[in-house]
């Protein structure tokens, strides 16, 4: 009966020191893989930003950019990119128009070339996929118009909202009482 007690003692062990080390790789592969990893394809693709640093990215040095601005005083100029985004104001001098910043482990993108936001922004053909908004965004404000993920679905639901506004009866009658009132 020992034996068995022991047995399962151990096989209980060899299980907790497997699902710890299941763990402890898949902690190291978000904190620290997967960013270098994406770091390098995108310095392949000539794209270069400031390090990634685990667990918070640039956070630390973007928070202490923007309390070095909040200490200085506002010049009256129309640049104000230098005092809402200092990071992104002095990583595009360093890097370039296109950089690559992170928030924790998230990798994003910085675009501050005219023609490629046009691209993106246009986006005909569904090539640049919308985030999708995070719970709390879509309680506060709903499935509305403005959340419509997909262009077409958005293109929809303003046709089906603004169509019988302006239908030719519609207006017609408008103008019927607006000739009324005088």
């Not at 270098?36 to 394809?41: F, G």
């Not at 569904?126 to 262009?151: E, N």
Request: aromatic share 10%.
């Amino acid at each position: 009966m020992s034996s068995l007690g022991g047995l399962v003692i151990i096989l209980s062990s060899f299980l907790c020191v497997f699902l710890l080390l299941l763990a402890f790789l898949n902690i190291f592969y978000k904190l620290w893989w997967a960013p270098t990893r994406i770091q390098k394809l995108m310095a392949l693709q000539g794209i270069k930003g400031p390090s990634y640093r685990p667990i918070h990215g640039n956070t630390k040095e973007i928070l202490n950019m923007k309390r070095e601005i909040i200490g200085r005083p506002m010049s009256l100029s129309h640049d104000i990119l230098s005092a809402v985004r200092p990071h992104v104001h002095s990583w595009t001098k360093i890097y370039g128009m296109n950089f690559l910043q992170w928030y924790g482990s998230q990798a994003q993108l910085v675009i501050m070339e005219p023609e490629l936001c046009k691209e993106i922004l246009d986006n005909k053909d569904g090539a640049f996929a919308k985030r999708k908004p995070q719970s709390y965004v879509k309680k506060l404000l709903g499935d509305g118009f403005l959340l419509q993920i997909d262009l077409g679905k958005c293109h929809d639901l303003g046709v089906k909202l603004y169509q019988p506004m302006t239908a030719r009866e519609s207006t017609n009658g408008f103008l019927l009482q607006i000739g009324r009132s005088k």
